[in-house]
């Protein structure tokens, strides 16, 4: 069965520093789509990335990147200089096909606190 | 508005009455979710619309708890005699491709049963 997980379930940095959030996920399929989304203070999530099992190649986005790694099931969040608006729960979602029932499967979230 | 509308924005009850959540995907927008968000948890899936039609009911925490789409756009949740642990933010979202495509979110509706 499919499974995401995200180990941290809190981290605080300084802002201005560099912080990565990490996502691990389970899945049969040899195709299948990984998202990161981010819930602010505010409550709605918003969508940020979209990354299919096809496609290794890291993204950067601005001040933030991911790195995929099919090799370890993987797929890290990294923000460089963090700022206070960076500060939110973020969260790791994995779909499939045949695995997943044709759900979108969760991580339970990491919330990121920047202090400024 | 182009985003994902929900209503109410809150909405209190007593234990044991029945609440009806309404939700306005993104127009075009064939795949619509449910999801339930208790304070500080994860989301939990309730159930997903491909259409007016929904493959996968399996979500759902009880049968108390029941959804519907029609015209393959607005969508009601609707859970009968209310417990105290059906209190979260019930989510909405809308996709225009299941499985590959960003879901859109909108902004909740908090229930509170006393």
């Known amino acids: 069965a499919q499974k995401v997980t995200q180990a941290q379930t809190e981290i605080s940095v300084v802002e201005k520093e560099d912080v990565t959030l990490d996502c691990v996920y389970e899945t049969r399929d040899t195709t299948y789509y990984l998202f990161w989304y981010k819930q602010p203070p505010s409550g709605e999530l918003v969508f940020l990335i979209r990354?299919?099992?096809?496609d290794e190649q890291n993204e950067i986005s601005g001040r933030y990147s991911w790195n995929f790694q099919k090799s370890t099931s993987s797929f890290n969040f990294t923000i460089t200089a963090s700022q206070v608006v960076d500060s939110a729960v973020y969260f790791c979602?994995?779909?499939?096909?045949?695995?997943?029932?044709?759900?979108?499967?969760w991580g339970a979230g990491t919330k990121l606190i920047i202090k400024p | 508005g182009a985003g994902v509308s929900q209503s109410p924005s809150n909405k209190v009850t007593e234990k044991g009455k029945d609440v009806e959540l309404r939700c306005d995907p993104i127009s075009g927008h064939t795949a619509l979710y449910w999801y339930r968000q208790s304070l500080g948890q994860g989301l939990e899936f309730l159930i997903y619309f491909q259409g007016n039609s929904a493959p996968d009911k399996s979500g759902l925490p009880s049968d108390r708890f029941s959804a519907e789409r029609t015209g393959g756009s607005v969508s009601t949740l609707t859970i009968q005699r209310t417990q105290q642990e059906d209190s979260a933010v019930y989510l909405c979202?809308?996709?225009?491709?299941?499985?590959?495509?960003?879901?859109?979110f909108g902004p909740g509706t908090r229930l509170t049963v006393l």
């Open positions: 979202a809308s996709s225009l491709i299941h499985l590959s495509g960003e879901q859109f």
């Open positions: 979602a994995l779909s499939g096909t045949m695995d997943s029932n044709y759900q979108l499967i």
């Open positions: 990354r299919n099992s096809f």
